[in-house]
């Protein structure tokens, strides 16, 4: 459907045209006529399917330019908030309409200043909100609309509460938009406690969970050779824009340090890197300064860039649903799109269920080899001389010298200045062969963990934590037997302990991303 057959405002229909918008996408089209009636929306898609834009129009066309606050939307991490407020920003370019973000880690004085001045909308995180709300700097009391984008990774981030806060500030006859790419339920039980009865749902993934238009595979490594598999398949791609990403901080660390070394084009962000770091390293990887972005989960929660042609899993992600946010980051509004996984042979179990959850087929591949990857390489270097045709200047620079020669001394000539290149700007070691055997210690030595799984949480002695309460805290959130965790060794930022084999699942399933002492407190297998 075309846009002038969704909305009417003119200045609107003149930006989403310079944008190169003709057609809505699915969710725009089935969304928008639901929002401009009045109705509360609970919709369902993925990321990259014009979700922002198919709230941001019909609030656009709605609201008036009075310097009144009418519009708030909730985003679970500072990066999404900067996103959809640019966004916004850019479609309401020939309005008089203001938009504010606000967010953690910011100055909230910069962040009243600019509330006081007067706005029309207002992006923001739910810990920041809440707090300019117990403020009594930002009153909710008079919007038109509650947008909550991206509500499933909120909730799985800990902000139930903060919700609830901001939720019984808002006025009763507002409209609540609640965007999800999952629907658990305690979304759905959301929607009942929070929206009206009559509420509207909307869902453009009812058959699969991941687009068709993304290429699944997994590659079998291990863990000494994860880093070379990963440059072969960087060298046979060669992407313009990807993402890596990683589990934790530290993986993304050690992955840039390594890829650097080998001379890519890549850089990161994550939790410990500052704000400002992190928005002016997203803002150079849109602009094509660099090719490869390293994250971790939560820092890319607000990449949405249309031209990333790849993704890759360096390592398994916690979750179903973080594979699926990972993987939506390419193949984004129709476009195809790569994502690859590199397991180790103990995780093919998990294929399946991932299979079973995607509903999408995740293909194993061989990894490529130099024959693979050279052929791509030379024909890029050819067209890449082809375009100098046009330069004669730089041709007939040698053209004598060359006219004298040989065919083959030529040939032998142009063979030795490819490879010399090409292999210049391929980050792969053929000579390094790719086992994927896993390195299994014996049981005399491993005999004390026989019965337990050494993990690592990213809580520490700085969060004042004490051992004794933080045992009795885990097993009883996770419903599980004095005893189950043993081993506790708490360090400045992070803790080590174990947990019992039979127990471990459900530890991870009840106590991985929760509140402990205000802090969210993730865990995962410890490196040996």
Not at 35 to 48: A, C, E, F, K
Not at 248 to 258: C, G, P, Q, S, Y
Not at 329 to 335: F, L, Q, W
Not at 376 to 395: C, D, P, Q, T
Request: proline share 2%.
């Amino acid at each position: 459907m075309d846009f002038k057959q969704l909305l009417k405002k003119k200045e609107l229909l003149q930006v989403i045209e310079e944008s190169g918008f003709t057609k809505a996408t699915q969710i725009q089209e089935e969304i928008i006529p639901l929002i401009l009636d009045g109705n509360d929306v609970v919709g369902q898609s993925q990321t990259g399917t014009g979700k922002t834009l198919a709230f941001a129009a019909p609030i656009l066309e709605t609201i008036e330019e009075n310097k009144q606050i009418q519009t708030l939307v909730l985003a679970p991490t500072r990066e999404l908030a900067i996103q959809i407020a640019r966004e916004i920003e850019k479609y309401s370019k020939y309005t008089n309409i203001s938009v504010t973000c606000v967010y953690g880690s910011s100055s909230i004085e910069d962040q009243i200043r600019s509330l006081k001045k007067g706005c029309e909308i207002v992006i923001g995180t739910p810990g920041r909100v809440k707090d300019l709300i117990k403020r009594r700097v930002l009153k909710l009391t008079e919007i038109k609309f509650f947008v909550l984008d991206e509500a499933d990774e909120m909730l799985s981030m800990g902000f139930q509460e903060e919700l609830e806060f901001i939720f019984e500030k808002t006025n009763n006859d507002r409209q609540v938009l609640l965007f999800s790419a999952t629907m658990p339920k305690p979304i759905l039980n959301m929607a009942k406690n929070y929206m009206s009865s009559e509420y509207k749902q909307v869902s453009v993934i009812t058959d699969v969970k991941t687009a068709a238009h993304i290429e699944q595979k997994y590659y079998l490594v291990s863990d000494k050779t994860r880093i070379e598999a990963m440059c072969r398949v960087m060298d046979y791609y060669n992407p313009k824009k990807a993402i890596i990403f990683c589990r934790t901080k530290r993986n993304a660390d050690e992955v840039l340090e390594k890829l650097s070394n080998k001379g890519y084009s890549t850089d990161v962000i994550h939790g410990d890197i500052t704000q400002g770091q992190r928005i002016a390293t997203l803002d150079r990887f849109k602009a094509g300064i660099f090719n490869y972005l390293i994250a971790t989960d939560v820092a890319a929660r607000g990449i949405h860039v249309d031209d990333i042609e790849l993704v890759i899993n360096y390592n398994l992600p916690e979750s179903h649903e973080a594979y699926v946010h990972r993987i939506g980051r390419t193949g984004r509004v129709d476009k195809k799109g790569i994502a690859v996984t590199f397991i180790k042979e103990s995780e093919q179990r998990i294929l399946g269920s991932l299979e079973h959850f995607t509903e999408a087929k995740i293909i194993k591949t061989d990894l490529p080899t130099l024959n693979d990857i050279l052929p791509n390489r030379v024909n890029e270097a050819l067209e890449e001389i082809n375009s100098l045709k046009n330069n004669g200047a730089k041709l007939n620079l040698f053209k004598d010298y060359l006219d004298k020669l040989e065919i083959e001394e030529v040939k032998n000539i142009a063979n030795q200045l490819l490879e010399k290149e090409l292999t210049k700007n391929l980050g792969s070691n053929f000579n390094t062969s790719i086992d994927i055997k896993e390195k299994r210690t014996t049981r005399s030595k491993d005999r004390v963990l026989d019965d337990s799984i050494r993990v690592f949480v990213t809580i520490g002695k700085l969060d004042n934590i004490e051992k004794r309460e933080f045992l009795k805290f885990i097993e009883k959130t996770a419903s599980v037997k004095e005893g189950t965790c043993t081993g506790v060794e708490i360090m400045t930022k992070f803790t080590f302990m174990n947990i019992k084999k039979d127990c471990y699942d459900k530890v991870l399933e009840k106590c991985n991303n929760i509140k402990y002492n205000g802090r969210i407190i993730r865990i995962e297998k410890a490196k040996k």
